[in-house]
Every structure is written in C-alpha cells, then in structure tokens.
C-alpha cells in the first residue's frame, strides 16, 4: 500500500517545539556536568551513569527512562564504527562507488514514478522537492531495507560517555531517555551503530524535535515510512529550506543540505542523486 500524507501534525509540532528548547539545554547542562568523567573505554562508564542519571531526572526524564539508561551497556562496536568510517575520506567517485550513487538514482526515478501523489503531498506541505527525499531515504537505508542492527540506547549513552563528542551526543541521550518515557522508543529499540533511528536515521533528538505524524495514527514512528520521511522534509524545512529553489552546491538549500551531514562527499552525492530524481 502506498504512503500518503494526513493532516493530523498537531501533536508532533507541539513536541518539536517543546523539545528542541529542551534539548538545547540539556546539551550545555551535559557537556558540562560530563567533560570532566568521559571516558575512552569501558572502565568507567557504571560510573558515569550514575551522575548522568541525575542530570537526566533534572533534566525532565521520568523513571521509566531513568531505569533504561541505568540497564545500557557500553557498546564497543559502536566506537569501533565511530573510529572507522572511511568512506566519508574517499574521492566523490570512490564514494558514489561504494555507496551505490547510479544505483539510488534510477530506483529513486522508479519510486517517483510509482507514488507521485505521496511525494507531491510532502513537497505541498514542507517545499522539499521528492529527489532530495528519495535520495537520503535511499542513502540512509536503501529505501528501508537495512534500518540497523545496534541497539539505539546501549549506542547513544556509550557516544555520550566517550570523550569525543559528548556534547553532540548528550542531548540525543536525552531525547532517546524521553522517547522511552513516552512510549515512542523502548530500551531494546534497534537502529544504527550511532543510534540512528528509523527510514532515514534520525538521531533521538533529532527525532523529538523534528518528528512527524503524517499517517494519522496520532504517533510518529520512524520505522513507518510516510512518518519518516515526512520528517525528513520537516527538517529540511524548519533548517531553512527555501522551496522552488536551486539545491546544487553553492545555493543556500546546499548549505541547508550540509546540516544532514557533514561530509562534503555525502552532501554532493545528495544534491546530485536528488537532481537526477526530480530530472
């Protein structure tokens, strides 16, 4: 059955804009309160949980998210791949290569070609074209046929302990803890190695903030498809996107195209795949 794109945003708004304020500031609160007891491996991460538990209660994450994180364990393969991703070092044709760029465009033009009302509604509701959402929705999980095989909280709350970016990963450890308590996520939710979630690998705060309902079922669910990319546009958007515009490199919907990713390969490959989509 193919997607299509209800009216019923109303509770997915509210939460993106209760939440993103919030996250905002957990992101200071956790960078400070965590700097000083990162760690580099697994030694102190029982420990670390243990202070992180009470910046999350103050936080505004309930017991049922606080007893989630203090069930995670350290995820060694997610530092592993956090350490190794190679691909992004590669030329453009080495990673449109590897990455299978001819491959995401011709069936990007054949999904088009099957559901053009569904993606005529989301480009209607948010201005984002169907090439650049077909093309990250391709990128991200080849059209939702590998949406991960990490367990999204284990990853989340060992990226928030690592010493190399935990004031990135901070508030998206506090958006998984409050998706728990809100029955959106549970402590055994799958996704990628960075605890990326759903279609088109939305980070949990990313996920609250941006979020939305577009099958009417009055939740937003990342591994639906219509409520994943729905909110892929709906970020696309609330970073800047001006509709009917250029989004090749150069323009402000490129620059509005780097917040998805910061590879510079990665990005080109977005904005070259969605080119040859829209034709």
Known sequence: MRPT???????????????????????????QAHAASCGNDASGFEGWKQAFARDAASAGVGQRGIEALMGTRYAADTIRADRNQRSFRLSYDEFCAKRGCDVIA??????????????????????????????IHGMETGFGRFLGDSNVLNATATLAYDCRRPEFFTPHLIGALKMIDRGM????????KHGELGHTQ????????????AN????????D???ALASTANYLRRKGWRPGESYQP??????VLQEWN??????????????RIDG
């Not at 509210?14 to 996250?23: H, K």
């Not at 957990?26 to 960078?31: C, I």
């Not at 939305?202 to 309902?213: C, E, T």
């Not at 009417?216 to 591994?223: N, S």
């Open 225 to 227: 498809q219509a409520d």
């Open 250 to 255: 150069g323009t402000h919907n490129f620059r």
């Open 106 to 135: 011709r069936q990007g033009r054949q999904r088009l070609a099957q559901s053009p009302n569904f993606y005529g509604s989301l480009e209607r509701a948010y201005g984002v074209p169907a090439g650049v959402i077909i093309a």
């Open 185 to 192: 996520m549970s402590a055994g939710t799958i996704g990628a």
């Open 262 to 275: 910061a590879a510079s390969v990665y990005q080109r490959a977005l904005a070259e795949m969605g080119a």
């Open 202 to 213: 939305f980070l949990p705060g990313n996920a609250l903030a941006y979020g939305q309902d």
């Open 5 to 31: 794109i209800r009216t019923t945003r109303r509770l997915a708004g509210l939460t993106a804009a209760l939440c993103l304020g919030t996250l905002l500031g957990t992101a200071l609160l956790g960078t």
């Open 216 to 223: 009417g079922d009055d939740r937003v669910d990342l591994t």
